[in-house]
C-alpha cells in the first residue's frame, strides 16, 4: 500500500514511462498496448492489468474529453501508482464525452488498497491535462525529454 497521498504527477510517472508519437490501432489496441509496456514497471502480469482496465472501462469510458484519456484501475499486488503518458502520432476514438478522439492517454494503476490517494492521484493528473497551455505545449513538444517535463512541470 502507498504510504502517502501523492502530490506530484514525478511521484509515479517517470522519464521512462512517457511515450512520445505512439500509434494504436483503436482503444483496444491501447489499452492492450499499454497494459504490457506498464506490465514492465508494475511487475504485473500484462493479461491482469489488462482485463482490470477493460473491467473499468465497461463502465464508462475514461475519455475525459478536450483529446484526453485518462484510463485507469485498481491491480492486486501492486504496491505503489504506476503512470504511463502517451502522446500519440495519431488520434483515436476513445469513446470521450465530448465526442472528440484522443491523442493524450494518461494510464493511471492504483494499488488495491489506496481509495482515498486514487482520488488525489487523479485530481493531479486532471487538473494538469485541463490547463489549456500545458496541452497546448504538450502537443507542440518536441521529443520526450520535453512531454515529460511539460507533464510534471518542470
Known amino acids: 500500500m502507498t504510504k502517502s497521498v501523492p502530490t506530484k504527477l514525478s511521484e509515479f510517472v517517470t522519464p521512462d514511462r512517457v511515450l512520445d508519437q505512439a500509434s494504436f490501432a483503436d482503444k483496444s489496441a491501447a489499452i492492450r498496448q499499454l497494459a504490457s509496456y506498464a506490465s514492465e514497471f508494475a ?81 493531479l493528473i486532471s487538473r494538469r491535462l485541463r490547463d489549456k497551455a500545458v496541452l497546448s505545449a504538450l502537443r507542440a513538444a518536441n521529443g520526450r525529454a520535453e512531454v515529460y517535463a511539460l507533464l510534471v512541470g518542470k
Open 43 to 123: 511487475q504485473v502480469e500484462a493479461s491482469v492489468i489488462e482485463q482490470a482496465l477493460r473491467a473499468r472501462e465497461a463502465l464508462g469510458s475514461t475519455g475525459v474529453g478536450q483529446g484526453i484519456a485518462i484510463p485507469h484501475a485498481r491491480i492486486e499486488g501492486l504496491t505503489s501508482f504506476v503512470g504511463i503518458f502517451a502522446r500519440l502520432a495519431k488520434p483515436i476514438d476513445f469513446a470521450s464525452i465530448d465526442g472528440k478522439p484522443s491523442d493524450l492517454i494518461f494510464l493511471l494503476l492504483i494499488p488495491p488498497k489506496a481509495a482515498s490517494q486514487q482520488v488525489a492521484a487523479l485530481a
